[in-house]
């Protein structure tokens, strides 16, 4: 047996799948990186687009896309998919606005929002684990129940006159310069750091990578899976119901009609973000620059001006073609499956 | 019986008919169907017109749910129809003939067939993920159709163009023939030719269909084609039904409708084995439910909760795990294992 | 202590998949500190036995004790808990994630910060270094390895855990001799510590190393346990098998060699210097109608990607290939399958089965793309070449309509294997066509590579089991580093005289 | 990053105005034509126009008001896509001295100051003409009028306001009663589907009410293949009198429709004018409005833009 005495793997080799290793951040690289470039492009195009501001603006007109964002990363991550965000954001907004005009204190209202969000999420993922009904169908169905419930509280919007979310609203936190930020950035970065700190720290976190990278396998590892697959769904209802605060921070009103679309505009946040959409690879960075890029598409939008509305919807098609056509470019040679 | 209470499509059925029986306990005439104007006339047949549209989009959804895609675009490729047959008839110098009508027609389903086979280009040939290559169209295509439109509803008085929506042959609406037709067709070119098994192959295992010499590519492609002209016909309905084009709230959120016909039908999301009788009863049952809505009466603040009950009880009927609890059959655990009926 | 208790004790037990009864009244012992062999053929019941222990299926019928206690685990995590660790027949981890992590996943390392991630590199470094896997970056992602190293990551994943039992579905059936005896050495370090180790191997070689006791199936039925010293080899297979038949003696006649068909001149396939960036260098085949080339190597030497260039899966950038004569460039697979190349894949699980459809679909699914979608099989020539195959190849159940899935793994890749006999290429790559499968049908499928090869057809032949690929090939083109170091004929070439080559040539 | 953005490089304040004008999205032609009259005032007035399409969503419509305060354009105008929530941008305009106009729809904020004017219709005043329309037409007639409604989007502001100034109106004959409402989504083909619904369930329908032409477009449609005789049968009242509503108005197909008026361009240049001059004007300033009968239909039809 002595002439099977292994040699050493190869230099070649090792390096090989060290690149492998490292390439899994390709995705989310390349969407950072274009969104510098996206950034730098506006600088030269229009007067004004190159300021703290306009960047700190990205973050302050979405905080709550943020927010969704990064719960909505969870749930692909799993490989699942949730589509009533949107509606348990106008759910959230809609409760809040109503106890607050009947009076109630706003941090139990703030509580409260966050408990029904949470609540919805899990008992969506409870009938989703349990009656092994597809995500889509069931958080479609959430979609439906969540506005319809918003429009039973009230057709009409309602005004929020609360002190403390007037404060929340107008506050802002001045950084160096002439620039500031709102309070909700503040929240939504932190809501950022401890995903990131779930997803990556966290037995859990590692689970829900490993149920995107294979079901049954993980239940044949042994992980907790069907506890982890319905607690994603948690996380995702967690996050709305915080998105629905941030909105109301944002908008100081309860709309039944708010938010329609949003779970869309997450998706797309968590996909360009380089999340695949059947599971397991991603990072919640990377949904956050997603959102930093439809924004981005937004402030271009509005920088241009001269966009009829239906340029406007091409325009936005374009450029989300163009930035997904770039990203797989410069990530190509990552083979990810 | 045991087999008929497991198989995938009793539940399904079932609930179909347990809506139309509510209907019918609500007002006794629902169920009755008259003659009047040489044609059939009666709440049934508003069913089927209606849905006609669904039925179709879902048709051609449901082969590309099978390949393991998605096709988000369809209520826009929806739109973009009817605007270019539209405004091609309402500009024409005759607008009122069957050649215009004609013309216009084969306008927009060439056009369907041109965005399908662009969906399928980003999907096949650039790999990128189904969601989202739709998704541009879905954004992008309603602004196309404005665009066509000038944001403007364009109203046609064509009669021969009309009938495609709203007209009657042999007493049924010409509609609902046209999406019955394509069902047989696409039942026919599915299960006749290989291109059932091969779609299926390719939403289950892409790489291992790969390896077996499948050209998966074109099969992909063909799907998203496929879609495109369905997408296309139904846009011609919709638009046809109110002589009309509206490029903004044409087959809004039909896309939405379409994909929950497809999985009430039993065909799973993740791709593969599809059933598209399945899909066509998936169909009916939603726009029944809307009808249903409006034959209860039901305030529209509560519509929307009503349907997500509805919803969710006809899931909760269809899902295999609930079957199996009456059924009481012990299952593995693992979903490889998982039994599954075919049509 | 006469009476000694058994770790695991599974009396009686029955499951009953619709359709099939695949344990009836099935009872095994473990006890600590023993090695017990799990036999039987294909479809025997085995994996569905250890699946009924560890909690993956819930059995119709029986008791499982497990130290003591009376036990219905209802997940595998249950098992888990009861320090049960099981490798299942096919690889059983998550592809995204790194090696280290598949490692330890669920059971990481925490500190008060979150998951000690440089422990985790240390603890899957130790096992790795056990298994004599230290060269393995175990931060690298694990589907960037082949199946072979999976298998291992798998086997080092189970025995990372403290276990009083420790269960191996079949996990050498992709490693070659030097990895085999690796992993004894850890099997039998850990039965010395006391641990209770079920083993599952259709290599008689190596259970009659390893076991200490047997115990066997027929039928998804308990033929018996037995001694391993008191049960000879003949013994043990008409057992397993049912009946009394020399399988070994079987086995020594598909060795009689035919002569290759040299007459036409120019060689079907003929590779030069075939190569392609960050994979396979140099490969320098020709192979003549009716000849065996058999591909020798370590594990991870590129023998699968050697098959892979030479399909068209992989497209090679260096080199020429000439088929037919002719100058070619594959782009795809079906490129190669229009020249007349077919390709089994090692790894049936993902590369293989179309798993949601029928074992006929399965069986047709590659003539099928030859044919093209407009052209389909009509299905009375389906249901006939199915029944044709399933005969052939003694595929169990001989159902055409059982979905794919269900059927053990050795009945799996027969039917992969039929799906390309079916096309009747003029060349056949054939990478571990044997893995998994038990000794009977191991023999009939040789038999059916040298028939197959008198007929004309050339065959490229890749098996872990050097021993196997001695005997069929004509010609053995040996693999070191990823690179061909040789292409010897065939003419009374021992394993010694390959390892040699791969030790003596510098790569 | 340097501060940049101080500098007065983006106003362009030394010819002509600089108006951000956030459009609510292009949801019908009415707003389209809105839209249309807008741009086409701007161009004659020589206005510099920054315009957005928010496509129905407040918060884009937010960032488009914030990314013209960032701008530093002279003027801003948009048409709310909601009443609520526009405090804190508002105040964020007003901090940085640039004045507000509404346009359409108005904003809730009890602080009026926050906006200069609002220039637009008032909903519930079309949903009362229309019902006194109705009151009067059928103060001749005897016995109960069956009325069906078809609502717009369900919360949109136009069908809130217009199904209560309707009610209201109607509140004055106890005759009139609306017997079905149901949402047909402001499109021609809700509207349809809804009214087949409707002339299955209730035999005896004698008034439509539509919150837009297009709905009662759809509802001709649905009456017609019934076998009824729209305008005859079943009389149709509707808002907004878009041109293919006052065709089907002139046709007698309508009875009455209660204008809306999109047109309000120039009025909103002229406003800008002097709003950025400093000058006074007034708080609320309603469209220039009117509601037609079949007999007006025919004399404006030809005159009619959009
Ligand atoms: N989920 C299932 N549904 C239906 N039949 C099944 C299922 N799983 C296994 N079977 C059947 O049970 C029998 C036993 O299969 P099992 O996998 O236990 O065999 P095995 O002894 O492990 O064989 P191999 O050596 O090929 O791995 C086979 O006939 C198989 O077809
Ligand atoms: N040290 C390594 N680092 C990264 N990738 C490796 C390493 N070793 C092998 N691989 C990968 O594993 C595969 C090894 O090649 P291949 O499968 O051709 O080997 P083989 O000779 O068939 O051995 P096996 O018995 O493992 O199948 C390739 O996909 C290669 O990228
Ligand atoms: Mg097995
Ligand atoms: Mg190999």
């Known amino acids: 047996m002595s002439v099977l005495t292994r040699t050493p793997a190869p230099q070649g080799r090792t390096r090989i799948s060290r690149l492998q290793g490292k390439a899994r951040y390709a995705p989310t690289l390349a969407t950072v990186g274009l969104f510098l470039a996206m950034f730098a492009a506006g600088a030269i195009m229009y007067p004004g687009f190159l300021s703290g501001q306009v960047f700190l603006n990205l973050l302050i007109d979405n905080t709550f896309l943020i927010v969704l964002a990064v719960g909505m990363t969870f749930v692909i991550l799993t490989g699942g998919i949730d589509l009533s965000v949107g509606s348990v954001v106008a759910l959230s907004m809609m409760i809040a606005a109503a106890l607050l005009q009947a009076g109630w204190n706003p941090i139990a209202v703030i509580a409260l929002v966050l408990l029904t969000g949470a609540t919805f999420g899990l008992l969506m993922g409870l009938v989703i684990q349990v009656f092994e009904i597809q995500p889509f169908i069931v958080t479609l169905a959430g979609l439906f129940l969540a506005r319809g419930l918003c429009y039973v509280i009230s057709v009409d919007s309602i005004t929020v006159t609360d002190p403390f979310f007037t404060a929340m609203a107008q506050a802002r936190i001045p950084l160096t310069g002439n620039l500031f930020i709102a309070p909700g950035v503040v929240i939504a970065l932190v809501v950022v750091a401890i995903a990131f700190y779930v997803l990556h720290q966290t037995r859990f976190g590692r689970t829900v990578y490993a149920i995107g990278g294979g079901e049954s396998s993980a239940l044949l590892m042994g992980l907790a899976v069907p506890r982890t697959k319905v607690l994603v769904y948690g996380i995702s209802g967690l996050c709305s119901a915080i998105a629905g605060i941030l909105f109301s921070f944002y908008s100081l009103s309860g709309y039944s009609l708010a938010a329609t679309g949003l779970e869309l505009d997450a998706i797309a946040a968590v996909v360009v973000g380089g999340t695949l959409l059947t599971g397991g690879y991603g990072y919640v960075l990377g949904s956050l620059a997603g959102v930093l890029i439809l924004g981005i598409v937004q402030t271009f939008i509005s920088y241009e001006g001269t966009l009829s509305s239906w340029w406007t919807r091409i325009v936005i098609g374009a450029l989300l073609l163009a930035f997904i056509l770039l990203q797989k470019l410069f990530s190509r040679k990552v083979k990810l499956t | 019986m045991n087999a008929l209470l497991k198989h995938r499509l009793t539940w399904p059925v079932l609930a179909l008919v347990l809506l139309l029986v509510l209907n019918q306990l609500f007002r006794s005439d629902f169920l009755s169907v008259r003659v009047q104007d040489g044609h059939l006339y009666g709440s049934l047949i508003d069913i089927l017109r209606n849905g006609a549209p669904t039925i179709l989009i879902a048709l051609g959804m449901t082969l590309v749910i099978a390949s393991r895609g998605i096709d988000l675009s369809v209520g826009a490729v929806a739109a973009i129809a009817g605007a270019v047959s539209c405004t091609y008839i309402y500009n024409s110098p005759d607008p009122t003939s069957l050649r215009t009508a004609a013309i216009g027609v084969s306008i927009a389903v060439v056009a369907g067939l041109a965005l399908g086979l662009w969906n399928g280009f980003l999907v096949a040939v650039i790999g990128i993920q189904p969601i989202i290559a739709t998704l541009v169209l879905m954004t992008a295509g309603r602004g196309l159709a404005q665009l066509v439109t000038d944001g403007q509803i364009i109203s046609v008085s064509n009669d021969p163009y009309q009938a495609i929506g709203a007209g009657f042959f042999l007493g049924l609406p010409i509609s609902i023939l046209i999406a019955v037709a394509a069902f047989a067709v696409a039942g026919l070119l599915t299960r006749r030719t290989a291109l059932g098994t091969l779609i299926e192959a390719v939403g289950i295992n892409p790489v291992a269909s790969r390896l077996a010499g499948l050209n998966a590519r074109t099969i992909t492609w063909t799907v998203y084609v496929f879609s495109g002209l369905c997408a296309a016909i139904a846009g011609l309905m919709i638009s046809s039904n109110v002589t009309a084009a509206d490029a903004n709230n044409a087959g809004l959120y039909i896309e939405m409708d379409a994909i929950l016909a497809v999985v009430i039908g039993g065909t799973s999301l993740a791709g593969g084995r599809y059933s598209l009788v399945g899909t066509l009863v998936g169909a009916l049952i939603i726009q029944t439910l809307t009808t249903t809505v409006y034959t209860l009466g039901i305030p529209p603040e509560v519509t929307l909760v009503f349907k997500a009950l509805v919803v969710i009880i006809v899931c909760l009927l269809q899902s295999s795990k609930a079957r199996t609890l009456l059924g009481k059959r012990k299952r593995p655990l693992t979903e490889q294992a998982e039994v599954k009926v075919a049509v | 202590m006469n009476e000694i208790v058994p770790v695991v004790d599974m009396n009686n037990i029955s499951i009953e998949f619709p359709g099939v009864k695949a344990l009836d009244g099935v009872s095994l012992r473990l006890f600590q500190g023993e090695v017990h062999a799990l036999m039987g053929e294909n479809g025997a019941g085995k994996s569905t036995l250890i699946k009924a222990l560890t909690g993956v299926y819930a059995i119709d019928g029986g008791t499982i004790t497990v130290m003591g206690v009376q036990h219905s685990f209802s997940t595998p995590a249950e098992a888990q808990a009861a320090r049960i660790s099981t490798v299942y027949q096919e690889v059983n981890l998550c592809p995204n994630l790194s090696v280290e992590e598949n490692i330890l996943l669920g059971r990481e390392p925490r500190r008060r910060g979150g998951i000690h991630w440089r422990e985790v590199r240390r603890k899957a470094k130790d096992v790795l270094e056990q298994l004599q896997l230290g060269h393995i970056d175990p931060g690298s992602i694990l589907s960037s390895h082949s199946i072979a190293i999976q298998q291992l990551v798998a086997i080092a994943r189970s025995v990372q855990v403290d276990a009083k039992v420790l269960i191996l579905d079949e996990p050498t059936s992709s490693l070659d001799s030097d990895e085999v005896q690796q992993l004894f050495t850890v099997i039998r370090t850990l039965r010395d510590r006391g641990v209770a180790i079920l083993f599952v191997s259709h290599f008689l070689e190596q259970v009659y190393d390893i076991s200490d006791r047997m115990t066997v199936l027929r039928n998804g039925k308990l033929v018996g346990e037995f001694m391993t010293r008191d049960l000879p080899r003949m013994g043990l297979i008409s057992k397993m098998i049912g009946k009394e038949m020399d399988a070994l003696a079987e086995l020594e006649e598909a060795e009689s060699r035919r002569e290759p068909d040299r007459s036409e001149r120019v060689p079907f396939v003929q590779a030069e210097n075939l190569g392609r960036k960050g994979s396979v260098q140099d490969v320098t085949v020709a192979i003549h109608a009716g000849e065996i080339l058999g591909l020798a190597g370590l594990l991870g030497s590129g023998r699968t990607e050697t098959a892979r260039l030479l399909f068209g899966a992989d497209r090679a950038d260096q080199g020429q290939l000439r088929i037919g004569g002719t100058a070619r460039t594959l782009r795809t697979p079906r490129s190669a399958i229009d020249q007349g190349v077919a390709f089994s894949s090692e790894n049936r699980k993902e590369e293989g089965l179309i798993s949601d459809l029928s074992v006929r679909d399965n069986l047709v699914l590659a003539m099928q793309a030859s044919k093209g979608w407009l052209r389909r099989v009509p299905g009375h020539t389906q249901d006939q070449l199915a029944e044709k195959f399933i005969r052939a190849l003694d595929i169990r159940p001989a159902n055409k309509d059982a979905l794919i899935q269900n059927l053990s793994g050795g009945n799996q890749q027969k039917v992969l294997l039929a799906r390309w006999l079916i096309t009747n290429p003029k060349l056949l790559i054939l990478d571990e066509p044997t893995r998994g499968i038990d000794i009977g049908a191991k023999t009939q499928i040789q038999k059916l590579i040298s028939s197959l090869a008198s007929d004309g057809m050339s065959i490229i032949f890749i098996s872990a089991e050097l021993e196997e690929v001695l005997r069929l090939s004509d010609h053995i083109a040996i693999l070191k580093d990823r690179r061909m170091v040789a292409d010897i004929p065939n003419d009374g070439v021992t394993m010694e005289d390959v390892m040699t080559i791969i030790a003596g040539s510098n790569a | ?306």
């Not at chain 4, 914030?66 to 896509?81: G, L, N």
């Not at chain 4, 003409?129 to 103060?139: C, F, I, Q, R």
């Open chain 4, 1 to 306: 990053g340097g501060g940049a953005g101080t500098g007065g490089g983006g106003g362009g304040s030394e010819d002509g105005i600089t108006m951000g004008f956030a459009q609510v999205g292009a949801e019908s032609g009415w707003r389209t034509a809105n839209t249309k009259s807008v741009q086409e005032s701007a161009k004659e007035a020589g206005v510099d126009l920054k315009f957005s399409d928010a496509q129905q969503k407040q918060e884009n419509q937010i960032k488009a008001i914030r990314s013209y305060i960032q701008q530093q354009v002279d003027v801003i105008a948009f048409s709310p896509v909601v009443e609520s929530g526009w405090d804190t941008v508002l105040k964020e305009a007003k901090d940085a001295d640039i004045p507000v106009i509404l346009t359409d729809r108005s904003v809730d904020s009890a602080d009026t100051s926050l906006y200069k004017t609002f220039l637009g219709s008032d909903f519930v005043e079309e949903g009362k003409k229309a019902g006194d329309w109705l009151v009067e037409d059928s103060a001749s007639t005897e016995g109960p009028v069956n009325i069906v409604e078809l609502q717009g989007t369900t919360g949109a502001a136009p069908a809130i306001d217009r199904k209560e100034g309707f009610e209201a109106a109607i509140a004055a004959d106890p005759d009139l009663k609306i017997v079905e409402s149901q949402t047909g989504d402001f499109t021609r083909s809700g509207g349809k589907q809804v009214m087949e619904a409707f002339l299955k369930n209730t035999p005896d329908i004698d008034v439509v009410y539509a919150h837009n032409d297009d709905m009662g477009l759809g509802a001709i449609e649905a009456i017609e293949a019934a076998g009824k005789v729209p305008g005859k049968d079943i009389k149709i009242i509707t808002v907004d009198a878009v041109k293919d509503g006052m065709a089907a108005l002139a046709e007698g197909k309508i009875n009455y429709i209660v204008e809306c008026n999109p047109l309000l361009g120039d009025q909103l240049m002229d406003l800008a004018a002097k709003v950025v001059a400093g000058e006074e004007v007034p708080a609320r300033v309603v469209t220039e409005e009117s509601a037609f009968t079949p007999e007006q239909a025919k004399e404006v039809l030809a005159s009619r833009e959009y």
